[in-house]
């Protein structure tokens, strides 16, 4: 009895075992379930302006912008304005030495004055000699002096009127000295060429300086322009005349209202792009000329 009692158990308990380990598979049969974490998100919708604003790119720039030369050869005299400054058209920015320009055009002047002083004098000449002429000819018709007489009478009149026009040809020779010698004189001021501002300085005073050397860099700054591509999408969805706002990389929400006043008639085939230029409608003080700016475009178009 008592090995019979103890094999019951043994079997009793190889049953229970192969029991559990039969519940424990069917559990892990059954399909698993997700933990919240692992579940996708729905991701937000973008705002109605990401979705239908394009954003393009470009440089600021400006129509005028030019290194204002020397027209001539000479030593710089005097500086007048320097690097910041605001300058107008024609404004003197600096000067040559003129010293010698000017002794030469007060000694043209002068000999002008004397050239037209003997124009006087052969104009008077040539009155005289045409009143004897006159005469001349009445007394020949009078037969009172001979063809000889009459014809000497004559020629000292042609004589005259040609030293006449040989002065007068010199007057207007030495006035085209002096004018050539005032446009030297106006090449010795270095003058702003639009209305702007002096971006840079290349010369100091006493300095000598070249034909061609370069003396001042002068910029403008407006109208502002901005020059950038779109895609070939664009093409023909954006026309002159329309407006886009403009803005920088650090102030995107401040934006500025612009123009577009030239658009590439081509598509440029290595970009698949066409180039458009926009003009700046006031004078942000936030821009500037050589700045990087963006433009937003309705991406709807």
Known sequence: ??????????????????????????????SPVTPASAQPVSQAPAHASDQDTYLASG????????????????VVAKILVDTGKSVRKGQILAMLDD???????EAGEAKLRAIDADVKNWEAE???????????QKMWAAQLITKEQLDHAS???????????????????????????????????????FDGVVARRYVR????????????????????????????????????????SISTAEAQALLHSAKVIQVSPVVDPSSDTIEVMAEVEDRPVDLRPGMTAQVHIGNSR
Not at 59 to 74: F, I, K, M, T, Y
Not at 126 to 135: P, T
Request: proline share 3%; net charge positive.
């Open 99 to 105: 010293r010698q320009i000017r002794a030469d055009h």
């Open 1 to 30: 009895m008592k090995l019979l009692s103890r094999r019951a158990w043994i079997t009793l308990t190889v049953v229970l075992i192969f029991g559990t380990v039969a519940c424990d598979s069917g559990s892990r049969t059954q």
């Open 205 to 244: 005073a006493g300095q000598k300086v070249a034909l061609g050397d370069r003396l001042f860099w002068v910029t403008a700054v407006a109208p502002l322009r901005v020059k950038f591509t779109l895609p070939e999408r664009f093409v023909g969805k954006v026309r002159i005349g329309e407006r886009v």
């Open 126 to 136: 040539v009155k005289v000699l045409q009143a004897d002429l006159d005469r001349a």
């Open 155 to 193: 020629f000292k009149v042609l004589a005259d009127q040609y030293e006449l026009e040989r002065e007068r040809q010199n007057s207007q020779n030495q006035q085209a000295v002096l004018r050539s010698l005032k446009l030297e004189l106006e090449k010795t001021q270095i003058k702003a060429p």
């Open 59 to 74: 440089p600021l720039v400006v129509e005028n912008q030019v290194d204002v030369a020397a027209q001539r050869e000479g």
